[in-house]
């Protein structure tokens, strides 16, 4: 049986694709407010993720790039700090991987993949530790500080992508291609799970987030496993759904991208969005030891 | 990974700590290192690809442009684009080429006003100050002023015309009655806008925009010219001027540009007192 059955049957497919629909609204939609400019000559955003200036006014900086800039040993003109800061604070409040399933363009070449690799039934493939891409960052950080530029960016995908879409493809598709077919035949999850590095930057800041998913219900969980099936980062359900070691049933894994595949696919609503403080009745040590040991 | 393993003993774990990381370690320092070494050729920007005004020295340029392309949008006569990963400018970065679309030296200099990390200098701010390349005019054997023509174009284009390019007259050799007008470059005034590369009327430019530093030599740091140190000093700074003395036949002369010459010498000019170092104008000489 497909994952999520259940969910249809219980809950009427729209509700079983609530925030599946939100999330694909909210990365059209703020890649279409970036390509309306260029397309339509309607400027309300000018720019890309990795600095855009909204209405003229706004300023948003990429803060891993930033990061890598100040690393480089440049100090940038205010604006481009002030965006940071804003981005940093939005994502400290709404979960730091918000930004992989709610923005990022790559999000969905990969969601494609995964959902193709279903399709297909293709089963297994290469593995790689989940916790490559702290590596790939800290290698990314440390090569702007060694080379004096932004090395990361010559080749980063998801910038590459999004300024692509915007500015001109060129050979990116390549890139994404190449991505694509990794994720459909080499490895599940093989980009965003597994190496980004800027998917990682984002989860060290979900690691203290407010906004998170949390298994508010969890005592109804009749085990069907589908959130485990849908959820592309599986490995941070278990501790707030099974309560493992006395954990609260709050998803305080960094890698959790609070995309909601596990509200919308679970027929007994065991899922819900809330604050890493909600519902947390176990000790604090105990949870966040947890949930950071099984990343 | 192997995390789920039942307790084992403290060394055990540790022991596959250290592999693990040892792992990664190894797996991306490979990717790193061919990463840098990408990033060191990255900095080779090719000499046909010019930065918006105000760009900072290219390594540094590298370091501080976070490729968000707000150059790119401000730039009125969209000359800038971004480059993508198969051409062989550092990727997402600006940069226009002047035998396409030259810049247009705007006075208010949008391009350098949108960008957010000072990678085009905010220091700038008279465009006629900007130094994104030096024109050289490379080839003289096809360059139609060198054969004598008046083509003059790169002359009459140029926005700083008389500083940047200037007509110096030679006598043309070949008809040994006509002058040669040189299209010459003075570094000083010229931006490197390649409005000159781009008017020229060659299927291939005579006259390119190339990097500052490709362009320009540059003497030891020890010379000096004696001329400019002189003038400098105010007299010799070695030995006095003394007048050439020439060894004529009796009634003739000779004056410097006019050759030999007959008759007497027209009355002198008051002699102006001959220049002597300073250094020895305390004594009597």
Request: aromatic share 6%; charged share 20%; glycine share 10%.
């Amino acid at each position: 049986m497909s994952i999520g059955h259940d969910a249809i049957a219980a809950k009427g497919w729209l509700r079983a694709h609530r925030w599946l629909l939100a999330r694909r609204v909210s990365q059209l939609g703020i890649l279409a407010l970036f390509l309306l400019g260029p397309l339509a000559g309607v400027w309300i955003v000018k720019g890309n993720l990795s600095y855009s200036l909204t209405l003229g006014v706004l300023p948003l900086t990429d803060p891993l790039v930033q990061l890598q800039s100040l690393l480089a040993r440049h100090l940038p003109e205010t604006k481009a700090i002030v965006g940071a800061a804003i981005v940093l604070a939005f994502y400290l409040v709404v979960g730091g991987r918000v930004f992989c399933s709610w923005v990022c363009p790559m999000n969905l070449v990969t969601d494609a993949a995964a959902w193709l690799r279903e399709r297909l039934g293709i089963r297994g493939g290469a593995h790689a530790s989940r916790e490559a891409r702290y590596w790939i960052l800290a290698m990314t950080l440390v090569l702007a500080a060694l080379t004096g530029s932004l090395a990361w960016e010559l080749v980063n995908p998801v910038s590459m992508l999004h300024r692509g879409l915007i500015f001109g493809l060129g050979a990116v598709w390549l890139v994404i291609l190449a991505i694509f077919l990794f994720d459909l035949f080499v490895m599940k999850d093989g980009w965003c799970g597994h190496f980004c590095p800027v998917g990682a930057f984002y989860g060290l800041l979900g690691k203290v987030s407010l906004l998170r998913t949390a298994a508010v219900r969890r005592s109804a969980c009749n085990d069907c496993m589908d959130c485990f099936a849908v959820c592309p980062e599986p490995q941070v359900i278990r501790p707030a759904l099974k309560g493992v070691e006395g954990a609260g049933p709050v998803i305080l894994a960094g890698a959790c991208s609070n995309c909601g595949r596990c509200i919308d696919v679970c027929a007994k609503d065991v899922f819900a969005y809330g604050t890493r403080f909600g519902g947390r009745v176990e000790n604090v040590s105990a949870s966040a030891r947890t949930a950071s040991t099984c990343k | 990974m192997e995390r789920q393993q039942p307790k084992k003993s403290v060394a055990a774990a540790r022991r596959q700590f250290l592999i693990d990381a040892a792992r990664m370690a190894c797996g991306v320092g490979l990717l790193g290192v061919g990463i840098g070494l990408y990033a060191r050729q990255a900095k080779a920007l090719p000499p046909l690809a010019i930065r918006p005004p105000g760009a900072l020295k290219e390594g540094d340029f590298l370091g501080a442009c976070i490729r968000c392309g707000l150059c790119v949008r401000d730039c009125p006569y969209d000359i800038l684009s971004l480059a993508t990963p198969e051409e062989p400018v550092a990727t997402g970065t600006p940069y226009f080429v002047a035998r396409q679309l030259p810049c247009e030296m705007c006075e208010d200099i949008p391009c350098v006003k949108a960008c957010p990390t000072g990678a085009l200098d905010h220091a700038l701010t008279d465009i006629n100050k900007s130094k994104m390349g030096l024109a050289v005019l490379v080839d003289q054997e096809n360059c139609l002023n060198f054969l004598g023509l008046r083509c003059d174009i790169c002359y009459r284009v140029c926005p700083v015309i008389d500083k940047a390019i200037t007509l110096e007259q030679q006598l043309n050799a070949r008809t040994g009655k006509h002058a040669l007008f040189i299209p010459t470059v003075h570094s000083e005034a010229c931006t490197g806008c390649g409005k000159c590369e781009k008017a020229c009327p060659l299927e291939v430019a005579a006259i390119k925009v190339y990097p500052v530093e490709l362009a320009k030599g540059e003497p030891g740091k020890h010379y000096r010219l004696g001329w400019v140190e002189q003038q400098k000093a105010g007299g010799s700074l070695v030995a006095p001027d003394t007048p050439h003395q020439y060894n004529l036949p009796e009634g003739m002369r000779y004056e410097s540009g006019k050759g030999l010459l007959s008759g007497e010498a027209p009355p002198a000019a008051p002699a102006s007192p001959p220049a002597v170092p300073r250094a020895l104008q305390g004594g009597k000489l």
